[in-house]
């Protein structure tokens, strides 16, 4: 059988790329884990959803926008990204998700400009004519992971571990970082939001860098949809403006480098999930963070010696596109379990809305939790009626110096010429049926980066700025 020589093919590639857990990391069922990413990345393989060609009089895939940025000489850029095939609710992928595209890597994703540096970042979910995509439609931007690859890119909870959203766009912990994320909330990420006087830091964009995405979408219908992923990026086009800092990310995870799945504790009630601790292994200034749970979850909290730092608050059902009351009233066939009321959105702390800590140091302790209760807000759940998997994730914006390396790290070689090193999964598999046309017009997969000289590993005694696993308490 076809599917079973693409299983053994890439049980054998996961386990060649060194995907086996290292025995320290006990909470976490990685083989499970690495279970999970076979099937959903054999579910696209075979032909359930993925990246499709344009559809005809698709709405343009670059626009500019006038930018609401108080920084001067701030340029908005649209950018539409698939389109995605979405399967429908009577289609349940290998993995057993019916109506999804499950964790479906695209390195093949253009960035907004050559070199500038980002202020402010916000993900949307589009049709092709430009109409919005959400909830009151039957479609969802479940989960979205947004990587850096590029010399002296480290992701500085992941570094020197095996990562699975990593290895999923063909790169490492040691040679990318996930800097940006996105649940159907969409939170605008506002390192801008001091204005003119204040904003002294952006992401910097390299010329050298590449993008990624890991998309995950859900489709409610009962027919396929065909959608776009948007990102409306505040840019100032260039290098790093003199004076300013560069941002590194910190993320946050109960399920940290792997899926970010957790299963739900409980059916119902209060229960919290946590995430491991992390020591800081560079040094900054906290700018901002934002949380992001699923559906039943009251709040995220971002601890650092044990007291909150920052609380990232759910709202539900804010707007109509947030309310699920099923695809023509009814709420039919999977989507029986489907809540009504959603996320609309997580407060944020910027700057001096962090309570206790602006600043990292090595003596710290940081830690998240999820603190869910079904009782007060409706959680998903699946065709048997069972709570669904669920997340606590946090990303942490911290202004650093140019060039900041994760502690007891060296520096990447300047230059930093891109060497070729596999083809970009996004745009080299097969059409998925019933696309209208194959990939070709999709834009051609740059080669992915590979750093001239990639940062050398730190020595295992300079791991404890590292994660460790996440897990669960009630
Ligand atoms: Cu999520």
């Given at each position: 059988m076809k599917?079973?020589?693409?299983?053994?093919l890439l049980v054998a590639a996961t386990a060649q790329a060194g995907l086996i857990p290292p025995t320290s990391n006990e909470r976490i069922d990685w083989k499970y884990e690495q279970k999970r990413q076979i099937l959903g990345t054999l579910t696209w393989l075979v032909g359930k959803g993925g990246k499709v060609a344009d559809p005809a009089g698709a709405a343009p895939r670059r626009v500019e926008e006038k930018s609401t940025s108080a920084v001067p000489g701030v340029r908005r850029i649209k950018m539409r990204y698939g389109p995605y095939s979405v399967p429908n609710m009577n289609k349940t992928g290998i993995s057993g998700e019916p109506g999804s595209l499950w964790n479906y890597p695209d390195t093949a994703i253009p960035k907004p400009c050559t070199e500038c540096t980002i202020v402010s970042q916000r993900a949307g979910l589009e049709y092709p004519d430009g109409k919005n995509a959400n909830i009151d439609t039957g479609m969802w931007l479940h989960h979205m992971v947004h990587l850096t690859i590029g010399p002296g890119r480290q992701d500085a909870t992941c570094f020197g571990r095996t990562s699975l959203p990593h290895f999923d766009v063909g790169a490492t912990p040691a040679n990318s970082e996930r800097y940006f994320s996105s649940g159907n909330e969409r939170t605008h990420v506002q390192i801008?939001?001091?204005?003119?006087a204040g904003t002294k830091a952006g992401y910097h964009l390299k010329p050298a860098d590449k993008m990624a995405f890991i998309v995950d979408l859900m489709?409610?219908?009962?027919?396929?949809k065909t959608v776009y992923l948007t990102m409306t990026y505040d840019i100032v086009e260039g290098p790093l403006p003199a004076g300013w800092k560069d941002i590194k990310v910190v993320w946050f995870d109960a399920n940290q480098?792997?899926?970010s799945e957790v299963h739900p504790p409980q059916e119902s009630g209060k229960f919290v999930i946590s995430g491991g601790t992390w020591k800081p292994n560079f040094d900054g200034e906290i700018l901002?963070?934002?949380g992001h749970v699923h559906d039943g979850g009251e709040v995220l909290k971002v601890l650092v010696g044990g007291q909150s730092n920052c609380d990232s608050v759910t709202k539900y059902g804010e707007t109509p596109e947030y309310i699920f009351t099923g695809m023509g009233g009814m709420k039919m066939g999977a989507a029986h379990g489907v809540a009504t009321k959603h996320i609309s959105s997580m407060t944020t702390c910027y700057y001096e809305e962090n309570k206790i800590v602006r600043k990292l140091s090595p003596d710290q302790v940081w830690q998240i939790k999820g603190h869910y209760d079904y009782d007060k807000f409706e959680g998903n759940k699946d065709e048997k009626g069972?709570?669904?998997?669920?997340?606590?994730i946090a990303l942490m914006y911290v202004g650093v110096e140019p060039g900041t390396q994760l502690r007891g790290t060296a520096a990447p070689a300047a230059g930093g010429s891109a060497a070729p090193a596999r083809p970009a999964k996004g745009a080299a598999r097969p059409a998925p049926k019933g696309a209208a046309?194959?990939?070709?017009a999709a834009p051609a997969a740059a080669p992915a980066a590979a750093p001239a000289a990639a940062p050398a590993a730190?020595?295992?005694s300079e791991h404890a700025g590292m994660a460790d696993m996440g897990g669960m308490a009630a």
């Open positions: 599917s079973f020589a693409l299983y053994s801008d939001k001091l204005g003119a489709n409610m219908n009962m027919e396929d480098c792997g899926t901002g963070v934002g069972k709570q669904e998997s669920i997340m606590a046309a194959a990939p070709a730190a020595p295992a």
